[in-house]
């Protein structure tokens, strides 16, 4: 593949932290060395570096001086997430603790419930709270029209959508309404939960996706370096199809003829 | 996209003619021009030419000489199809006019019935007839383990098996029975037919394949040759995700954890 091949790298979001280029996000939770933190996201071309602060051991969650060691941190754009919050105190306590460690001002923003989905009403409280405080949120939802519609008026950055339920690697559920919730959403959409394969990460992008979060499938991988590197090519393969054919699930079927 | 993300280019299939390297083989029928064949096959990075003879045209299906004044056709490896054949007398008279007028030894072998879909019994007799005067065969036929091993004792180069009905953009519609045909076959494995979308393709080459041919998904897109590259890049995602997770339909699914 050469250079020729990619489209242009416009940014597909601007923070105050900086400008998001990558359609790649690779979550970093679960890996059992810094080194290979810093080979992922590297072979999958990433540009966002996510940061947690867990409340309970009251310590990132990923080996951060670690990780500096063996990559340029600097040169990513830092997003905090609060994925291991359970709660909207624990969300904005979240918040707080890495606005104050790390200066973080993008929030990957995770409600959760016990059963690990989304908290609708309780993100949408949170996230209008943290639009208020000044934060760039991007709010994890289910892919539904109005709850987006509701985050962007709250003035969100951007939403991340479930493709479908976290653990279950089943790509996305209902292809209909993620392009529909992608289509009337004002902002960019990241989707991601559920991501499974390569085929998942090019039909989320096909749909209309500005970008896909993945962890667990790189992370659980036979070779997870190898994996970023296929999901990279898959991301920017589903970016290059997108609006071509209206063929990726949901869309109109592309009249195939003979070959 | 740097050539370091890239597997070794090794060929997935040694024919008389010439290696097969590229995992995307593009049709190149129902063009406008020429210069889109180049280009599209350009931006494929493909090495393979299908070349078609037409019986009752008397004539190759597609402007030859107009493709070889703008792409240098002679770098690409020649491969015979009978995809107009609706007969086994028609199959084999067509390969006789491939071999007489092209000096094609690798045929692309189809024969349909006038529905479209493969006519197992007659692909069966005229695989064996073509082996049997020298000729590399890659015969369509459905995913079907006892099919593959019939043709492989036949002593088939290659088999192409049909993802789901030629004009459906359905995918691949029985990921299981796909899977289960290509661990059994003890010969490349090419998927075509179905293939609409670049998550197709990319799940084609996730569950084994050694390549997959496209045609209409991509001259039917509103810019084929964007439309290829983005092929390029799912199958080349594929290939790399291959083996890697169980999940690619029909097979484990990858724990998926928090992210």
Excluded at 126 to 132: F, G, S
């Amino acid at each position: 593949m050469s250079a020729a091949d990619a489209p242009a790298q416009r940014p597909w979001l601007d923070t105050p932290a900086g400008p998001l280029r990558s359609r790649l996000v690779l979550g970093i939770e679960q890996y059992p060395s810094a080194q290979l933190i810093a080979d992922v996201l590297t072979a999958g071309g990433c540009d966002v570096f996510i940061t947690t602060f867990d409340l309970r051991s009251r310590r990132s969650s990923v080996p951060l001086f670690d990780v500096a060691a063996v990559l340029d941190v600097e040169t990513f754009t830092w997003v905090g997430t609060t994925s291991f919050a359970r709660s909207e105190d624990e969300a904005l306590r979240t918040v707080e603790m890495l606005h104050g460690s790390f200066a973080i001002t993008t929030i990957k923003l995770d409600v959760r419930g016990e059963d690990n989905t989304p908290d609708v009403p309780a993100t949408l409280r949170v996230a209008r709270e943290l639009c208020t405080q000044g934060f760039a949120v991007l709010p994890l939802v289910p892919a539904d029209v109005a709850v987006v519609a509701e985050l962007v008026d709250a003035g969100c950055a951007a939403v991340r959508l479930v493709a479908s339920p976290v653990g279950s690697a089943r790509g996305i559920a209902d292809p209909v309404a993620m392009r529909l919730a992608i289509e009337a959403a004002a902002v960019p959409v990241v989707v991601e939960c559920g991501i499974g394969s390569v085929a998942h990460a090019a039909q989320a992008m096909e749909l209309g996706a500005d970008a896909v979060l993945v962890n667990a499938a790189v992370v659980r991988a036979a070779d997870p370096v190898r994996m970023a590197a296929a999901m990279r090519h898959a991301v920017l393969g589903g970016r290059l199809a997108a609006g071509l054919a209206g063929q990726a699930a949901g869309g109109v079927p592309v009249p195939v003829g003979m070959v």
